[in-house]
C-alpha cells in the first residue's frame, strides 16, 4: 500500500491548513493509500543558522522528522501563504531538512503541494514559491496542485470540501501523486 505524510506549514489552532489536510487525508483513503497526518509542532526548530548548526550540530527534531518522513513514498505540503509565500516554519522546516540529517528527505519520494486560504485565490502564489524551493533540493514534485479559495465555507462537518472545483482538483492530486508514489515501493 502507497504511504502518505500530510504537513500542514501551520501549527496554528484552529487552522485551515490543517483541516485542508484533513481533507487530503480521507481523499487519499478513500482512493486505497494508506495516509498519516502530521503537525510540525512536534518537531520544534530554531531558526535555521549556520553558526549554530557547526556548533551544536542538526537539530534532533529534524532528524526525527526527516526519519519518520522516509517512512513514506509520498508527502503533502500544505502551504499556508504568508504575503504571497511561504510561511516561516514551513521554510525553517525545509531548509533544516536540506542539512545532513542523516537521510535523503527529497529523494526517493513524491511531493504534492496544497494550499487553504480565505482569498479567492487559495494560496496560490505561495505555492509557485513553494515548488521553487522543491526544484533547488531535486525533490520530484508533481504538477497538479490544489488551492482551495474560501476557507471560511471549504469544509463540510464530516471534514470533506464543500466547493465541487475544489474537490476536482484535491481528486486529481490525490490520483496522481498515489500513481506516482506506487512506483517507489
Known amino acids: 500500500m502507497t504511504k502518505i505524510i500530510i504537513i500542514p506549514g ?4 484552529d487552522s485551515v491548513n490543517a483541516k485542508l489536510g484533513e481533507a487530503i487525508r480521507l ?3 478513500e482512493l486505497g493509500a494508506e495516509a498519516d497526518l502530521i503537525s510540525l509542532a512536534n518537531y520544534p526548530m530554531s531558526i535555521f543558522n549556520q553558526d549554530d548548526e557547526a556548533e551544536n550540530g542538526v537539530l534532533e527534531s529534524a532528524k526525527e522528522l526527516a526519519s519518520h518522513i522516509t517512512d513514506y513514498q509520498g508527502v503533502v505540503l500544505i502551504n499556508p501563504e504568508y504575503n504571497g509565500s511561504l510561511t516561516p516554519l514551513l521554510k525553517n522546516t525545509l531548509d533544516w531538512l536540506s542539512r545532513d540529517v542523516g537521510e535523503k528527505v527529497y529523494q526517493n519520494r513524491i511531493f504534492a503541494l496544497a494550499a487553504c486560504s480565505p482569498g479567492a ?4 502564489r505561495g505555492l509557485s514559491h513553494l515548488r521553487d524551493i522543491l526544484v533547488s ?3 520530484d514534485t508533481i504538477t497538479p496542485q490544489l488551492a482551495v479559495g474560501g476557507a471560511g465555507d471549504a469544509f463540510a ?3 470533506t470540501l464543500t466547493n465541487e472545483r475544489a474537490q476536482g482538483m484535491l481528486k486529481t492530486m490525490c490520483e496522481t501523486l498515489i500513481k506516482r508514489a506506487s512506483l517507489l515501493t
Open 10 to 13: 501551520s501549527t496554528r489552532e
Open 27 to 29: 481523499k487519499l483513503i
Open 121 to 124: 485565490l487559495g494560496g496560490i
Open 137 to 139: 533540493v531535486v525533490a
Open 157 to 159: 462537518d464530516d471534514g
